[in-house]
């Protein structure tokens, strides 16, 4: 975890000493070919795992909730915050 938190704070200083340079215009494509491959080797790594497979209906039931319940708190929550703002 402390090299994640140290990932992230050294690519937050590095983005506020580039911030208006060419560079940063090629970050977007970058980042989206990151979560892709990201992504991509998670899939893997699930997909080798008997355990995950054969556990898939209850996590799979159990992701969904989750999802549902994630996605009613953040909009219960922006409510408040986006009063008066078109979307």
């Known amino acids: 975890m402390q090299q994640i938190l140290i990932a992230l704070g ?3 200083l590095i983005g506020r000493f ?3 340079k060419l560079v940063l215009k090629h970050v977007n494509k970058a980042t989206v ?10 899939g893997a790594q699930i997909g080798s795992d008997p355990d995950v497979l054969s556990n898939l209906p209850l996590l799979g039931y159990r992701a969904t909730v989750f999802a549902v319940l994630s996605i009613t708190g953040a909009v219960m929550l922006s409510l408040p915050l986006g009063k008066g703002q078109a979307l």
């Open 10 to 12: 050294m690519g937050a």
């Open 18 to 20: 580039l911030r208006g």
């Open 33 to 42: 070919t990151g979560v892709a491959g990201l992504l991509f080797v998670m």
